[in-house]
């Protein structure tokens, strides 16, 4: 509704009362007009002026009226006036209409709307051609027609576990995502006079026959695994040294993992007394010194323990065979330096998955967890496959003892997946 306000013309707004006081010559102002039009200062949004359009044409001509009108007339008058008792302000101006046609304007408005709103609705919905091309283009590559699988809450069953920090586990493996470009490995190798990738390897499986006899944690060989690489990355080491490192690297990952750790004792008879006590301990504090006390990183292990969950359903062979492709590719120099932590892990699952038929191979809720495609894990997977199928013919057998057993559900004496291959290879 308009704010401006039609009011009848040439009607002043006067109560009889007030116009036989003008002709008596009374000192009673009435109200302000001026060419039908009246200001007012701050005056409010007034809704309902129907009170004030009842004043008739004619009304100061006409004769009395009859008394139940006169009394109708001054009621309704003194309502308007108590309304509108505010400052005079020359700038705002209220032109006042009658109820007839404050309604005909509602009407018209209301029909106006309402034809508007019908052509909205009868409008038809236009395209870009980007949309349409990408429409077509996901329709030719099946993309459209293709269900979309849901993601899985793998921790919706860990509300009451306090241990499993359900509130806040995202954001830990976010925080070792990151974490782990910070202590990316580099190839050490390439300056490394003394020793090779194929020492590096037997090192590693015998630390594997020694964490097995000592019955150790799986956290503990992952972290030793890492303290072994990333000490070579800093420092150019002879040949008799690295069995002294890896048993410092072990007794310190013992110290950080395990509740009762072994004793330099024990070190010392698992390698038939090669090394003294203060040679370990010697080593011990240099590779603390180089390493800068860096003892908490993001090992392959606390991936594989987070991806192996959102294969819904996991299952311990599964599990195992995860564990073997990940621990059988940690041996391998040119695995650790080409992928990150995670990437290994997730690679490992994904071998696993297919050495045990599990379909579909990845699914949405893996990616979302992992972070990774299918296709991002293929040349991993490949050559995890391949080192697997080489344990045959290789005399270093200890990951593949370790699986063969009956706790581990001899996922080692399992084909491995050839068709996963590629055809260079």
């Known amino acids: 509704m308009d704010s401006r306000v039609v009011l009848p013309p040439h009607v002043p707004i006067k109560a009889p009362e007030e116009q036989k006081q003008k002709k008596e010559g009374g000192n009673r102002r009435p109200l302000q007009e001026i060419g039908n039009m009246v200001n007012f200062n701050n005056v409010p ?10 004043v008739t044409d004619g009304a100061a001509e006409k004769k009395k009226e009859k008394n139940e009108e006169e009394e ?17 302000n020359p700038e705002t101006v209220i032109i006042i209409s009658s109820d007839e046609e404050e309604k005909a304007d509602v009407e018209k408005y209301n029909k106006k709307k309402r034809i508007l709103s019908g052509k909205r609705s009868s409008r038809k919905k236009k395209y870009s051609l980007t949309f349409v091309l990408t429409a077509r283009s996901k329709a030719a590559c099946g993309v459209a027609t293709r269900p979309r699988d849901e993601v899985v809450n793998i921790d919706a069953a860990d509300g009451e576990n306090e241990l499993a920090v359900a509130e806040y586990v995202e954001e830990i493996y976010k925080f070792y995502k990151i974490a782990e470009d910070e202590y990316r490995l580099c190839d050490y ?27 150790l ?12 690489d ?36 024990d070190f010392m008879s698992i390698s038939d007394s090669a090394y003294t006590n203060e040679q370990i301990l ?19 292990y606390v991936f594989l323990v987070r991806f192996i969950k959102a294969t819904v359903p996991s299952d311990k062979e599964l599990e195992n065979m995860a564990f073997y492709l990940a621990e059988n590719g940690l041996m391998q120099y040119q695995i650790v330096k080409s992928f990150c932590p995670s990437l290994i892990a997730a690679a490992a699952v994904y071998a696993a998955l297919y050495n045990m ?23 991993c997977a490949k050559m995890l496959i391949r080192f697997q199928m080489s344990v045959k013919e290789t005399k270093l057998k200890g990951v593949h003892r370790k699986f063969s057993s009956i706790d581990r559900g001899a996922v080692a004496l399992l084909p491995p997946a050839i068709h996963l291959k590629g055809p260079s290879d």
């Open 357 to 379: 038929g599990r379909t579909p191979f990845w699914t949405e809720t893996l990616q979302h967890y992992t972070g990774y495609s299918e296709e991002q894990l293929k040349d």
């Open 282 to 300: 010697g080593m011990e504090k240099e590779i603390l010194g180089k390493l800068e006390w860096n003892l908490t990183v993001a090992t392959p």
């Open 230 to 265: 990333r000490y070579l990355s800093t420092k150019v080491v002879s040949r008799k040294e690295l069995q002294l490192i890896g048993i410092s690297s072990m007794l310190l990952a013992c110290k950080y993992e395990e509740i009762w750790a072994p004793e330099v004792q």
């Open 45 to 54: 949004i007034i809704k309902s002026l129907g009170a004030l359009s009842l």
């Open 72 to 88: 109708l007339v001054r009621e309704r008058v003194a309502r308007a006036q108590k309304k509108v008792t505010c400052n005079p």
């Open 217 to 228: 944690l799986p956290e503990t060989l992952y972290l030793t695994i890492d303290l072994v």
């Open 189 to 215: 190798m390439p300056w490394q006079s003394h020793i090779n990738e194929k020492m590096r390897m037997i090192l590693i499986d015998w630390l594997v026959e020694v964490h097995n006899k000592f019955e």
